[in-house]
Each structure stands twice: as C-alpha cells, then as structure tokens.
C-alpha cells in the first residue's frame, strides 16, 4: 500500500485524479466511489449484508477531508458523507476497477434497477 503524492477532484466534480510516486495514476468516477462507499450504510455490517447502491449515475463530489494521515472522507452532493476510504482501500479501488465496475452493472442489471435517479426500469421474461 502506498500513499498518493496528488488526489485532486476534477473540475466537473465527477471524478477524483488519484497520483502515486511511482507514476501511476487513476482516475475514479463519483458514481463508482459513491457506490462502493466504505460506509456502514452500503457496505453493512458484515459479508452479505450490502445495500445495492442505484440511481447514483449524477452524483458529483462536493468536498474531500483528509482523515489523518490514512484516507479520506469524501462528501457527495447527494448528502453521503459517512465513508472513510483509506488509502489502502482507494488503491484496491483504483486497481480492481474494470472488474468492479462490471460486477456493479451486472448487480444492478440482475436486480431490475437503474443508474439513473428516476428511471424505472421493466424485467422482461
């Protein structure tokens, strides 16, 4: 695990620039931050008791707080504020994203529900 030498939030709010020493850099969009939030609220307490996040497509960043010297806590304009993400738990994030990102849309597709705030969605057989 290492510390980012740079966490910037992009102009539009939408995505959180993560930089690294070594030259690596990730860039991690509010909705997948918002969904994999480390807060009791989404992730529960315990393996299995998960709260799908949905309708979070337009959800933007609307602060960062540096948590001690080990995470951050980021607010969303959506009123979550609750995550602590740690620098440790920011770099799985960063490194697993193509997989989490495809496992979430599949959740959310298996469970008949949307990206999007006010979409309704039908499950046809």
């Known amino acids: 695990m290492s510390t980012p030498t740079k966490v910037v939030v992009v102009e539009s709010k939408d995505c959180l620039l993560i930089a690294y ?23 529960g307490h315990g393996e299995g008791n998960e709260t799908l996040q949905f309708g979070k497509r337009e959800v933007k ?9 080990y995470a951050l806590q980021i607010v969303f304009n959506d009123g979550h504020d609750s995550g602590i993400y740690s620098w440790e738990y920011l ?6 994203y193509d997989e989490k990102w495809a496992r979430y849309l599949e959740e959310i597709h298996n469970a008949g529900l949307s990206r999007d705030q006010d979409a309704q969605v039908i499950k046809l057989m």
């Not at 960043?61 to 010297?69: C, K, T, V, Y």
């Not at 770099?91 to 697993?96: C, K, R, V």
């Open 21 to 43: 020493s070594d030259g690596q850099e990730y860039n991690l969009p509010a909705e997948f931050l918002r969904v994999y939030s480390p807060s009791a609220e989404v992730r």
């Open 61 to 69: 960043i609307s602060s960062l707080e540096q948590a001690g010297n």
């Open 91 to 96: 770099q799985q994030l960063a490194e697993n």
